[in-house]
């Protein structure tokens, strides 16, 4: 029996949900009334990168939305999901997604890790595994919502950010800014029913008004008005991790970035360069990399995309500003 037919009953829940929240759904597409958030610490053991390294990062894509950031002696992972192909995450309301790719690491193989940003708490974004086996002393930075939940998992060191909340981190002499972002992980009406969502940026360097390096993580979001908000608050973006794969939920309504979503989100935070993950990993994804492909020709900003296979290398230098 297809999927759809199978869950018709929750189908016509979530349409009706969604059409019912119209003028719901026009309110929070409203920009954000202007905040600067709270503000939080972490300090972390260890020294800062060797003079040498200081002005060179690396961004290793390892699947869906996992990379491996490496910058200023920071290693900071993202939304760590080590699950292999034909394992299953659970997404919710009885609903299961199986993976069709491998990650391009074992979660054993990883470097050590100081924290880890997760844009919200979904099985391909913090399986199973992980939620076995990564260390409960790990710091790590999500959704207010997120948060609860990892702490009742037993991990000890969350931070749990509302948008514009930041988190002021440390290391040695090294100095990196986490900000969270507006994200809405589908329509007004459905995305009520799903895990609330954050985008990311990260600023490095001791400089707040002038990182060294500039980051954008958009999270399992929509582009809607309140991320217009984001390039007026932190212009000039050197990277910017889109999530894309047009994931639709029971094959119908669309909650994460298609190709044509993938090119107005660059469109509106203006990277200078854009790293496309989250594509091909699970078959709940329904728009393929080479969708975002044929906008990026189409719109002229080829020159502005590098595309990473899974366990390529991406590596950018510090910004003059």
């Known amino acids: 029996m297809p999927l759809a037919r199978l869950f018709q009953p929750c ?51 390892i699947g869906t939305a996992t990379v491996i950031i490496r910058y200023q002696g920071f290693t900071i992972l993202t939304d760590p999901n080590f699950l292999h192909k034909g394992d299953h995450v659970h997404l919710g309301y009885g609903l299961t997604s199986e993976r069709k790719t491998n990650p391009a690491i074992k979660f054993e193989q990883l470097p050590p890790i100081d924290l880890v940003v997760l844009s919200h708490f979904h099985g391909d974004h913090f399986d199973q595994l992980v939620e076995k086996k990564l260390n409960r002393a790990t710091p790590i930075v999500t959704t207010k919502e997120g948060s609860e ?18 988190l002021q981190v ?8 986490i900000t969270a972002t507006p994200g809405r992980h589908g329509p007004a009406g459905v995305a009520v029913l799903l895990p609330k969502v954050m985008g990311s940026i990260l600023d490095f360097g001791p400089d707040a008004a002038a990182p060294d390096y500039r980051m954008y993580i958009s999270g399992d979001t929509l582009v809607y008005d309140d991320i217009r908000a984001i390039p007026q608050r932190f212009p000039n973006i050197d990277l910017a991790l889109l ?40 078959d709940v994804f329904k728009s393929p990399l080479e969708d975002f492909a044929r906008e990026v020709k189409a719109a002229g900003l080829e020159k502005d995309v590098v595309y990473l296979a899974h366990g390529e290398t991406y590596s950018f230098t510090r910004v003059q500003r």
């Open 243 to 282: 999530h894309l794969g047009g994931t639709r939920i029971l094959g119908v309504l669309k909650v994460t970035m298609d190709g044509k979503d993938g090119v107005r989100m660059m469109q509106v935070v203006r990277p200078k360069k854009t790293v496309p993950i989250h594509y091909n990993d699970y």
């Open 170 to 177: 440390s290391k040695g002499a090294s100095n990196l800014r």
């Open 11 to 61: 189908l016509c829940i979530l349409m009706a949900l969604s059409c019912a929240m119209v003028p719901a759904a026009r309110a929070a597409d409203a920009p954000a009334t202007p905040a600067q958030g709270e503000t939080f610490t972490l300090q972390l053991a260890g020294a800062e990168a060797p003079a040498q390294d200081a002005n060179t990062g690396t961004v290793q894509f």
């Open 149 to 166: 939940r990892l702490k009742r998992l037993g991990f000890t060191r969350t931070f749990g950010l509302s948008s514009w909340d930041k």
